[in-house]
């Protein structure tokens, strides 16, 4: 049986909507606010409401689908077989409680390990980037251009500013370089958003020691689908089931700095 991809399509973003307009009422209530691995870590009602409320639908929706949620209220998966919906409920949790923007819902869905659909939803703002895999990737209803080729000293890279301080993961001699080469670094605080600004060209690269697969799973649909290109940092393709290092990018972009940067010079971890 073949996968109906426009009836997945239309479902994913009713729900998104959907979850959307819940989390904007959410801003008149108080947030219950906890922390997760360490005190920096946080994690709201929200974010679980959201996630619980996805992992409902899709099950109702379609058993045999998959489900691969941060707050853990989807399957614990060990293979990308089959559809597999991956899902962050909020990305930039931090932006949402300090903040009330700059975060995203953040969705992928993949057959048999193939990226067929991406999400990233900016909710205050009301903008989805949407993509489906051979069928453009789109801002709203505006479609987005393929990404063009951006020289190293006129690009911008996303990076958190933690990757350039004296840390255990990656020497500074390896970021620093890169930092002082690029027009400029900017750091949003959403992978997910980040993500989603490479795709529209807004910056050309985004590189980061650790992120998980829902943070990636959306955007990496959206980049790839106007060219982009996504691996981790010693430009290997991700497989979704661990967490890893991520290094997503203007095709022209990416291809420099690894060569140049990365290649030979990070330490294996
Ligand atoms: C986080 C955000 C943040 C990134 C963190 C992620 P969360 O996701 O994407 O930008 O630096 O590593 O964990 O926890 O807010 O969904
Ligand atoms: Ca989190
Ligand atoms: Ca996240
Ligand atoms: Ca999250």
């Known amino acids: 049986m ?11 973003k009713n729900l998104i909507d959907r979850a959307g307009e819940t989390i904007r009422h959410s801003f008149r209530n108080k947030l219950q606010i906890e922390t997760k ?6 994690v709201t009602n929200m974010d ?3 996630e619980k409320f996805f992992v409902e639908k899709i099950n109702a929706f379609d058993s045999s ?10 399957d614990q998966l060990t293979s990308m077989d089959g559809v597999v919906w991956i899902v962050d409920p909020i990305d930039g949790t931090m932006n949402f409680v300090h903040q009330q923007r700059n975060f995203a819902i953040s969705v992928g869905i993949y057959e048999d390990g193939v990226g067929m659909l991406g999400y990233i939803y900016d909710v205050v703002l009301d903008e989805l980037y949407h993509a489906h895999k051979g069928h453009g990737a789109y801002l709203n209803n505006s479609k987005l251009e393929m990404l063009k080729d951006v020289k190293l000293e006129e690009s911008i890279l996303a990076l958190n500013t933690t990757w350039v301080t004296p840390h255990d993961r990656v020497p500074y001699e390896v970021f620093g370089p890169l930092v002082h080469k690029v027009r400029g670094t900017r750091s ?8 989603a600004y490479i795709a529209t060209g807004r910056i050309d690269g985004y590189l980061t ?5 829902w943070d990636i799973a959306g955007g990496k649909v959206i980049i790839e689908e106007v060219g982009g290109i996504v691996t ?7 497989t979704l089931l661990s967490k890893a290092s991520v290094f ?7 291809k420099i700095i690894y060569e140049h940067y990365l290649k030979e010079k990070l330490p294996k971890s």
């Open 2 to 12: 073949t996968t109906n991809w426009q009836e997945i399509d239309l479902f994913a």
């Open 209 to 213: 020691m650790r992120l998980s697969p």
């Open 65 to 74: 689908h998959h489900i691969m949620g941060e707050e853990g209220y989807g």
């Open 37 to 42: 691995s360490d005190a920096n870590d946080l």
């Open 48 to 50: 679980k409401e959201i």
């Open 188 to 195: 949003y605080g959403s992978a997910a958003l980040e993500m």
């Open 248 to 254: 997503a990018g203007n095709p022209a972009v990416h």
């Open 232 to 238: 981790d940092l010693f430009n290997q393709p991700h």
